[in-house]
């Protein structure tokens, strides 16, 4: 039988332990597949190219017999637009991320990419077209460089500091007593939630993806910080399709589609001023805030 795990939210754990067993830094997703996952079928064709269309046609899905966690999603994402997913907790929004990456099929319904079925591509090459940004930044116990560095293996050093610049974390890096060469430890202690953010930021920014994936924290990380997130995170999902499991308010107004779930099924959908107009559940979820 196969094993469910979590695994957005086990990747960090994951990442740690198997980081350590691996002998030079290999990329979050190959590390993955060590995993118990989905298999390539026989005929995957490697994705080349990728303009980072996404589309769900009438998408089922759950993770256990009796209970359906996806219920007949439908959407389109064009190149380079932001969606942001929306809703109350368990409504399946981490579920739609695991879709897209692959860490599971869907039961029924197609997902496509560029026109392509995605079960009918490499994950390999699936991946490679995207970056994770999430809630733990995965950093490992090595320098901010090395950990910058991990979104492009042979990036240069110059090529590191230019995405610290862009995600904004040059400057609190070159704060630090031995600035590049700082020693992160497992967790990534010694530095605030936000800068490892930022981090991450970066190491996304160097890795260059067609498709970005942003799991936004939940936790409360000081204003300024939190606005040097904010800037850097526009700076990156420029250009690029992404999908952001949102939280913050400032985020989801930029978003060019919100999807809004409840138990699965998207209830509602539009643009923030759009949805607000239209007085129902996202109005009242706004209203939370
Ligand atoms: P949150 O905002 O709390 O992260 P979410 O909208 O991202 O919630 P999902 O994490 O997608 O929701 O979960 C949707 C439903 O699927 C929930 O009922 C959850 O308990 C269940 N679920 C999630 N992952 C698994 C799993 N690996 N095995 C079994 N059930 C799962």
Redo the contacts with the bound molecule.
Sequence with gaps: ARQ???PLNDLANQFNTLLSAVAGAERVFEILDLDEETIDEAAAVTLSNVCGEIEFRNVSFS??ED?Q?IRDVSFSASQGEMIALV??????????I?LISRFYDAESGSIWIDGQEIKKVTRESLRKAMAFVLQDSYLFEGTIRENIRFGRLDASDEAVIEAAKTANAHSFIMKLPNQYDTILKQDGGGISQGQKQLLSIARAVLADPVILILDEATSSIDTITELQIQEALGRLMKGRTSFV?AHRLNTIRRADQILV?SE?RIIERGKHEELLARKGFYYELSGQQ
């Design positions: 469910f795990t979590r993770y256990e209970s966690t809703g109350p907790t368990g409504a399946g929004k981490s579920t739609i695991n499991v779930l699965g």
